[in-house]
């Protein structure tokens, strides 16, 4: 069973700072590629960025490019998403997904993972 606990949300000032943890097991970020997706009030789950297992691939989505950045915190057995310059528009419920076991590709859609966290609220004050 892939079990995922986001953590690190908060309120931050636009144009601040903020690092996600997606913790997880040692045997999960080995096997399964991870996404960051974020969901606000009454909009479609957004994707945010993600990492294959193997730790060669990253994709982002197009909102985010050259602000976030998905890695791989070896010491924790987690996956950092550490936002930068943050804007009103970036708050929302931040989860943490898993693919199925060593899946090909990094899909951007929500309904191609199969684990889901609980949500980190993360809030972006102008």
């Known amino acids: 069973q892939v079990e995922l606990v986001e953590s690190g949300g908060g309120l931050v000032q636009a144009g601040g700072s903020r690092r996600l943890s997606c913790t997880t097991s040692?045997?999960?970020?080995?096997?399964?590629?991870i996404a960051w997706f974020r969901e606000v009030l009454g909009k479609e789950r957004e994707f945010v960025a993600a990492?294959?297992?193997?730790?060669?691939?990253?994709s982002y989505g197009d909102s985010v490019k050259g602000r976030f950045a998905i890695s791989r915190a070896n010491a924790e057995n987690a996956i950092y998403l550490q936002m930068n310059n943050l804007r009103t528009e970036d708050m929302g419920v931040y989860y943490c997904?898993?693919?199925?076991?060593?899946?090909?590709?990094?899909?951007?859609?929500?309904?191609?993972?199969?684990?889901w966290g609980q949500g980190t609220q993360v809030t972006v004050s102008s």
């Open positions: 040692e045997d999960t970020l080995s096997t399964h590629n």
């Open positions: 990492r294959t297992w193997s730790g060669r691939t990253t």
């Open positions: 997904a898993a693919e199925g076991y060593r899946a090909i590709g990094l899909p951007q859609s929500a309904s191609s993972y199969r684990y």
